[in-house]
């Protein structure tokens, strides 16, 4: 009985233990999943079926795909519009980075155009000093800030002196250094460079008693553009009135003629100097036929009157 009992009887299982496997993570399986399907599709396709799949040119590989640093930085910072963190370079599909221009804080002077600096730079003395003697004093003085070599061509005297004897008449420039006193120079010897533009700048504030001009004067205001600060008259009388009425320095310039019956009459401390090439007071006549030429009344004591003939 024990030994057909023992026969019988079926063989016991042992259980064995099962090794311990390291627990995954759930960032593993993800990875490991698109691999272990990119693994059976490739299995698949190189079986006996594989070259007559019509599914075959379809299929993709599963890879994991590469972030870049622009959707990274496009995710970290969401707030930005959808335009500010977009790359418009291709190699970003890549992971490089696009390159920037580098722009320099420094500011660098531009070079002259080819026309400016021929004009400045390599045009003769001669054409500059031709286009310079059609312009007059205001011109000129702003012709002489453009650069150095327009301010030494703009001093020049001989462009000053055609400008001072077309205003004044004189032939030598005529000296104003301060209030009733005046004394012709000799250019030659006189210490300034330009002692043309300097007689000039003493004489510019005054008013002009010259026939015949003043209509032509007024009738052209951009010939004579920048000389608002003269007045021209035709008789001494109404140049008197003026000079009294504006912001003169009571100068007057009697030009070349012979002034008769006038009634001249001074009341405030006016000057009234004859102007005329050569000589001056044998150019500059006022005569009257009554007993007395210029009448001098109360307030007239600083008044000066000279470089003329009165009869």
Not at 237 to 263: C, K, N
């Amino acid at each position: 009985m024990n030994s057909l009992r023992a026969t019988n009887r079926r063989p016991r299982r042992v259980s064995r233990p099962r090794p311990v496997q390291p627990e995954r993570i759930n960032g593993d399986r993800d990875e490991e999943a698109p691999a272990a399907a990119a693994a059976e599709m490739a299995i698949e396709e190189s079986g006996p079926g594989a070259q007559n799949s019509p599914y075959q040119l379809r299929r993709k590989t599963l890879l994991p795909k590469r972030t870049t640093a622009a959707s990274a930085t496009a995710s970290a910072c969401p707030s930005k519009g959808p335009m500010e963190g977009a790359s418009t370079s291709s190699t970003d599909a890549f992971g490089h980075r696009a390159k920037r221009a580098r722009v320099s804080g420094k500011t660098h002077d531009l070079p002259a155009a080819p026309a400016e600096q021929y004009l400045q730079q390599k045009l003769p003395d001669e054409v500059v000093l031709k286009i310079f003697s059609y312009l007059l004093e205001q011109d000129l003085c702003q012709a002489a800030c453009v650069c150095k070599r327009f301010s030494q061509l703009a001093n020049d005297p001989i462009l000053w002196k055609r400008l001072y004897m077309e205003v004044f008449e004189y032939t030598r420039p005529m000296m104003h250094p301060e209030p009733g006193r005046f004394y012709q120079i000799s250019p030659e010897e006189h210490d300034h460079p330009n002692p043309w533009k300097e007689s000039f700048q003493q004489l510019y504030k005054g008013a002009h008693v010259k026939p015949g001009f003043a209509e032509h004067f007024y009738s052209n205001p951009g010939r004579y553009k920048g000389r608002e600060n003269m007045l021209y008259y035709d008789t001494i009388e109404d140049a008197l009135g003026g000079v009294q009425e504006a912001h003169f320095d009571g100068l007057i310039f009697v030009h070349s003629g012979i002034y008769t019956d006038e009634w001249i009459y001074i009341e405030s401390p006016i000057t009234m100097i004859g102007a005329a090439p050569g000589k001056v007071a044998d150019k500059v006549i006022i005569e009257n036929t009554r007993d007395s030429t210029f009448v001098f009344m109360e307030g007239s004591e600083d008044a000066y009157v000279g470089y003329m003939t009165i009869k």
